[in-house]
């Protein structure tokens, strides 16, 4: 039997770490997200992880060959045997000839969470937080009192991340990385391309019904 891969992409933002998470359980497909699998790595303290760990405290990217050797163990996993989501990976070009070569004949399709830089600045433009943990969207889920946690008092603040000039630059880095990916998977025909501005569920169901289009059974 054909074993499915998905593999999602989108802006910071998209939310496309989310309906991964929805659709690894609704599939019953294991999810892997490059992010969780080097923390996993530094946790088990091995050589490799030891050697990951040092590089991330010193700001840098973890290269490829690493990241591919990960990737390579856990396709082989047992879990793994009726296929994968995969969730941040693959990031670059190299990559992705990396993957697309393991993977071979096998369903393969790669699923665009798609937002306009617009929205991306709305929804993470609008985040705040409290020092006690409680988030609020300035939009969506507004405190009671103006810059005041309503859990708390505390005063809200915003995330360095969220700070309009590193979102600009986050986003330029997104277009950089993924707009070759998207242009590899479209030629091949096997990009699905989701409206990610509409609300969780809607996203959700759009995602499910083109899955099944394909003849993929959910
Ligand atoms: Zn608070």
């Not at 709305?122 to 946690?149: E, V």
């Not at 025909?189 to 409206?195: A, F, M, S, T, V």
Request: net charge positive; proline share 4%.
């Amino acid at each position: 039997m054909e074993k499915i891969y998905l593999i999602f992409l989108g802006p910071p933002g998209s939310g496309k770490g989310t309906q991964a998470q929805m659709l690894s359980a609704k599939a019953k497909l294991p999810i892997i997200s490059t992010g969780e699998l080097l923390r996993h790595e530094q946790e088990k303290n091995t050589n490799k992880g030891k050697m990951i760990k040092e590089i991330i405290v010193k700001g840098k990217l973890v290269s490829n060959k690493i990241v591919e050797a990960i990737i390579n163990k856990r396709l082989t996993a047992k879990d793994a045997n009726k296929g994968m989501i995969f969730d941040g990976f693959p990031r670059n070009k190299n990559q992705l000839r990396h993957l697309t070569g393991k993977l071979g004949k096998n369903n393969v399709y790669a699923i665009l969470v798609d937002v306009s830089d617009k929205e991306v600045k709305r929804r993470l433009g609008g985040r705040r937080m409290c020092a006690c943990g409680a988030t609020y969207h300035l939009k969506y889920n507004p405190p009671q009192k103006s810059g005041i946690c309503d859990l708390c008092r505390g005063k809200l603040f915003i995330r360095n991340d969220d700070r309009p000039k590193v979102i600009a630059d986050r986003l330029k880095l997104y277009h950089q990385q993924s707009e070759p990916l998207i242009d590899y998977w479209l030629k091949s025909k096997r990009l699905i391309k989701i409206n990610g501005g509409q609300n969780i569920s809607r996203v959700r169901k759009d995602i499910e019904k083109k899955i099944r289009n394909l003849g993929i059974k959910l």
